[in-house]
């Protein structure tokens, strides 16, 4: 099953705005990432919080994670039209010998001119 | 360039062809992956190789048979392609004791 549930699953917002969409996850963690996609392309990594972390930032970013809540916010704060796509959180997992990520279905942002 | 480049880009084919996905990279990853996002866009792993062993197998079934030629290299075969294959495959790759994952830009497989 998926791991990370983003919420809301769409959002539109004016250009200069900010923009801040959630993610819930079921099991403990060691990391949570969140990753870009533009329309069409593949998915590009933005942030990497670890689950010691309770707060990074990163240009226009800010993420957040509460592990009490297994959760996590990811802000973008004034918004550029370039921004429009879909942002994914993803957990990891390591197994013997193997380490995967597990990604919800994304959040799909339009920021409008 | 350093990427991890993927083809075709698109490929559309009739059901039951058999159909092979490539994928390559040159950052000097030892893990590759295949992933595959749905129309909704969940993304969900399907395999992942580590140094060409198998490591991760996540229920797909048998018609996607994974080939990892070294390690720079992860290719996608599927057999009897159905319907409900069609989707967008992702090839990504890691290096072990990092934790971003790189992905290809994907294969746009419609099956009709």
């Known amino acids: 099953s998926q791991q990370g549930e983003e919420d809301p699953q769409a959002l539109s917002i004016q250009e200069g705005e900010n923009a801040t969409m959630n993610c819930s996850y079921k099991?403990?963690?060691?990391?949570l990432q969140w990753y870009r996609q533009n329309s069409g392309r593949g998915l590009v990594h933005l942030i990497l919080i670890r689950s010691n972390e309770r707060e990074k930032h990163s240009g226009r970013l800010r993420v957040t994670l509460d592990t009490s809540k297994k959760s996590s916010s990811l802000l973008i704060t004034a918004s550029r039209a370039a921004d429009t796509a879909s942002y994914f959180c993803a957990t990891d997992f390591y197994g013997p010998g193997d380490y995967k990520l597990s990604f919800g279905a994304g959040t799909t942002v339009t920021v409008r001119a | 360039d350093t990427a991890v480049s993927q083809t075709p880009k698109y490929l559309v084919t009739q059901m039951g062809n058999d159909k092979s996905i490539k994928c390559e990279q040159n950052?000097?990853?030892?893990?590759m992956y295949w992933y595959k996002q749905d129309s909704k866009k969940f993304l969900k792993i399907m395999f992942s190789?580590?140094?060409?062993?198998?490591?991760i197998n996540e229920t797909v079934p048998n018609r996607f048979s994974p080939k990892s030629p070294d390690k720079a290299h992860l290719n996608l075969h599927i057999n009897s392609l159905e319907l409900g294959d069609s989707a967008v495959y992702f090839c990504?790759?890691?290096?072990?004791?990092?934790?971003?994952?790189?992905f290809g830009e994907g294969s746009w497989l419609t099956v009709v």
């Open positions: 990504a790759s890691s290096l072990t004791g990092e934790n971003t994952i790189y």
């Open positions: 190789y580590n140094n060409k062993e198998l490591i």
């Open positions: 099991t403990s963690i060691n990391n």
């Open positions: 950052l000097g990853h030892d893990t």
